[in-house]
């Protein structure tokens, strides 16, 4: 049997980084069988569909680098591979179950349910919607009007349905606990149970990988298995991503709450960031998944290899955001500088601090920054968040660094005296700047600290940043002075 698994999202916004994980699982579970990975769009709900999403999907499938065997773009034996295009599967299937009479008319209006809803309630029993018995009469006159009507499943009675989950394991359910549901709306728009069915079915899906919200949807879709002839898929639900250092699910609608605390929920918003593909593959498959109690970086190869469902934790996992930037850390470090240079030109490019194509000496210049940042870089946009300063002759000086370094008795004469240093220090490089400045230190009677600090927010406009003498001599002689002027001239004019 090869396996085939499939992530079908709905095309209603961004991608969740839950949603993510949920795909990363299925494509790492088919790799790991060497199997097929299928990526289908839910567009059946057209009211909610965002325009562009399905791009922003693939985009985002892309960037992480979960290539899929079928799909769009890609095509495959059991297109096509928008739920919106497939209508005439799900009329084959319907036609199937009306004619078996799994399926029937339902014409009953909301009144009619709100009678039973009520009765339940007031006998405290749960409300279950079962067939309403029409005169054939009634019903021709329902036909003969154009009355909407639902197309409902009939639930068998007195049985008890099992289900040996891949993750959960076994998970029982009574069919007297499932009311007769709707498969079609009467408009005529098949719903999300019947309609992920016939495409599992029809596409030849092994296993169902998913998250655990959907574990009550099961039991239902196991009855249209049923009444379709077709044999169930594996099922594993796995647990739902919880909010940082909480057991709270996270969720899409507290999205602005969570922009406020800083938290990210979007792929986009990592990829806005910069952060590296393999990092969020890695951490993502670490989120509720492990291989043993002390890796934590894996390679895709590593992950392919060693992932199984068996390993999935069976309690839901939180977002951790801090270790994912400390895995994103991890992976920099590694990157090679070629890779790191092509990362950070798009960022200096949207900041007017570049124009593409780079020239030789920009991009001779943007590795001699990315080297003296060092580990410093965590994540692209690092490069100008942290060394705009190497490719702007404005500095924007940092209103708290100047306050605590440079707004002190003192520090403009000591300015003076770095700044003859800097235009006498020959030859002007690393090292004979570092000891420069710190003959200086101590000749003058001085901490380091009191020099060095002062001397970086004067030339650099920012309190942290690479090693000052790195900087001193990326950012130039004549650059440096420059700015030390400028630093003089704002103490003097607001002291």
């Not at 639930?155 to 009311?179: C, H, M, Q, W, Y």
């Not at 770095?418 to 710190?438: I, Q």
Request: hydrophobic share 40%.
């Amino acid at each position: 049997m090869t396996v085939r698994t499939r992530f079908a999202p709905s095309p209603t916004g961004f991608l969740h980084i839950g949603g993510v994980r949920t795909a990363l699982f299925n494509w790492l579970f088919a790799r790991h069988h060497g199997g097929k990975f299928i990526l289908r769009i839910d567009d059946t709900d057209q009211e909610r569909n965002v325009e562009d999403a399905v791009k922003k999907i693939l985009d985002g499938f892309r960037w992480l680098g979960l290539n899929w065997d079928e799909g769009p773009e890609v095509g495959g034996p059991f297109g096509p591979y928008y739920q919106s295009q497939r209508g005439d599967h799900y009329q084959a299937a319907i036609d199937k179950l009306v004619a078996e009479g799994k399926v029937y008319r339902d014409y009953s209006t909301d009144a009619e349910r709100n009678v039973d809803r009520e009765a339940a309630k007031k006998s405290k029993r749960p409300y279950r919607f079962r067939r309403i018995e029409y005169p054939d009469s009634e019903v021709a006159r329902f036909e003969a009007e154009g009355r909407p009507y639902a197309l409902r499943f009939e639930v068998p009675s007195g049985r008890t349905l099992v289900l040996n989950d891949l993750v959960k394991g076994p998970v029982t359910f009574a069919t007297d606990e499932i009311g007769d549901f709707v498969i079609v709306r009467p408009g005529g728009q098949p719903l999300y149970n019947f309609a992920s069915v016939v495409d599992d079915v029809d596409m030849q899906i092994t296993h169902v990988v998913r998250a655990e919200e959907h574990l009550s949807n099961t039991f239902p879709q196991l009855l249209i298995l049923e009444a379709l002839g077709a044999t169930p898929p594996g099922f594993a639900h796995i647990p739902y991503v919880a909010e940082p250092g909480s057991r709270e699910k996270m969720s899409k609608r507290k999205t602005e709450d969570y922009e406020k605390r800083g938290i990210l929920v979007y792929l986009h918003q990592y990829v806005q960031k910069g952060y590296l593909p393999d990092a969020m593959v890695n951490y993502l498959s670490r989120l509720g998944w492990s291989f043993d109690a002390s890796q934590e970086i894996f390679t895709r190869a590593e992950l392919i290899e060693k992932f199984t469902l068996e390993r999935v934790n069976s309690s839901p996992a939180s977002h951790d955001q801090d270790k994912l930037f400390w895995i994103e850390g991890e992976w920099m470090k590694s990157a090679p500088l070629g890779d790191k240079v092509a990362g950070a030109i798009p960022y200096l490019v949207a900041e007017g601090l570049a124009t593409e194509p780079i020239d030789d000496a920009t991009r001779a210049q943007l590795e001699a920054v990315i080297l003296a940042l060092g580990d410093r870089m965590k994540v692209f946009s690092d490069v100008v968040k942290m060394g705009r300063f190497f490719f702007s002759a404005d500095v924007a000086f940092d209103p708290d660094a100047v306050k605590k370094r440079l707004r002190k008795p003192g520090v403009p004469e000591m300015l003076r005296e770095l700044d003859a240093l800097l235009a006498a220090t020959e030859p002007y490089d690393v090292a004979t700047l570092e000891k420069a400045v710190h003959d200086y230190a101590e000749k003058s009677g001085r901490k380091m600290g009191d020099v060095v600090n002062p001397l970086r927010v004067a030339t650099t406009g920012q309190g942290v940043g690479p090693g000052l003498y790195d900087c001193l001599y990326l950012v130039g002689r004549d650059a440096c002075r420059a700015r030390i002027a400028r630093a003089l001239e704002m103490l003097e004019a607001a002291p």
